[in-house]
């Protein structure tokens, strides 16, 4: 007798502000892929380029489900993260994935972290440009491979988790595994929130695994790293090392 085992259902939670003309490219992307059961939930924070009605329009006729939360305004990553992630388990995703609106996460990649998550012991799986394999655009300002390569260096150092690409935030998480790190809880924005995430991982004695990925450098658009976001970033580890919550 053949037993078939249905495949997850994984929803991909995708922040977005004044990302218009990425948006629709990467919904294409996502469903070239053929992955059964895919559906993208948009989590806009009242993007004044009209990325919110983009959105709604692929609700309403893009190539695999979309759906939209709108939020009246944009306080950060963390918030937007911890919103969309809340709603994709309520609908009862089976895998969440986190990623990128501005096409630098290949979406090629994605088979092969969901591949990962349910062939081994991971409890997340993350698309990392810093295993072998894994590369950053030629594009890339050399400021900017200096600042990530010191970020991850500095986080690893401080909180020891082991994983080479520690502030990356294209990963694909089993649901119970968000439940068990208490995802709703965390308070952090920015890479810092994909740290903390990481950290709460770590903690809990679960298993990170990376997958190769090439980042791209964004076409369109402007990056949101703050001044703000660097801060945080910086403080994060020492607050996590010393179990002091961030308010």
Do not use: C
Request: aromatic content about 6%; charged content about 25%; cysteine-free.
């Amino acid at each position: 007798m053949t037993v078939e085992v249905s495949s997850p259902r994984i929803t991909v939670v995708v922040p977005t502000y004044n990302e218009r003309e990425n948006l629709p490219k990467l919904v294409d992307s996502l469903a070239g892929l053929g992955l059964p059961d895919l559906r993208v939930l948009v989590v806009d924070d009242n993007s004044p380029d009209g990325t919110g009605e983009v959105a709604d329009g692929l609700a309403a006729d893009g190539p695999v489900p979309v759906e939209v939360l709108h939020r009246t305004e944009k306080d950060g990553l963390g918030r937007a993260y911890v919103a969309g992630i809340g709603k994709a388990l309520d609908g009862g995703a089976d895998v969440v994935v986190q990623m990128d609106a501005d096409l630098s996460h290949p979406a090629s990649a994605l088979p092969a972290m969901v591949r990962a998550l349910s062939d081994s012991d991971a409890a997340v799986v993350i698309g990392s440009r810093y295993v072998a394999g894994g590369s950053v655009a030629g594009e890339w300002p050399w400021h900017r491979k200096l600042l990530s390569a010191w970020a991850n260096f500095y986080v690893n150092a401080i909180l020891r988790l082991r994983v080479k690409d520690a502030t990356a935030g294209f990963k694909a998480w089993h649901a119970a595994t968000l439940r068990k790190i208490d995802f709703a809880s965390v308070r952090s924005n920015g890479y810092a929130f994909q740290v903390e995430m990481n950290h709460r991982t770590v903690k809990h004695g679960m298993r990170i695994v990376e997958v190769p990925i090439r980042f791209e450098e964004r076409v369109v658009g402007s990056s949101k790293m703050s001044f703000a976001v660097q801060l945080e970033s910086a403080l994060m580890p020492w607050k996590l090392l010393f179990g002091k919550e961030l308010s």
